[in-house]
């Protein structure tokens, strides 16, 4: 049997997976940070619209954060892991 492969782009998946555990989230701001929490590598839509650049190193937009109330999140690997396996 040949094996296909697809590579998958969803948006706000990061968002999403840490709303999937925390639904009390949908509607606020969400971004998550990479493996060393340094920069941005997932956003919401309302965070989108607050203007968080994605890659922005996070030391730049901690005042943009703190003012609008932007729920912060480390890279949870296992959990979004599992969700694409599902």
Not at 12 to 17: D, L, P, Q
Not at 40 to 62: C, D, Q, T, W, Y
Request: proline residues 5%; positive net charge.
């Amino acid at each position: 049997m040949k094996k296909v492969f697809a590579l998958v782009d969803c948006n706000i998946f990061n968002a999403s997976c840490e709303r999937l555990f925390r639904p009390e989230l949908n509607g606020k701001p969400v971004v998550v940070l990479s493996n060393n929490d340094g920069c941005i590598v997932g956003r919401s839509n309302e965070a989108k619209a607050l203007g968080i650049p994605m890659g922005a190193p996070l030391f730049k937009v901690n005042d943009l954060i703190a003012r609008h109330n932007v729920h912060v999140f480390s890279s949870n690997y296992v959990v979004q892991g599992k969700r694409i396996q599902t």
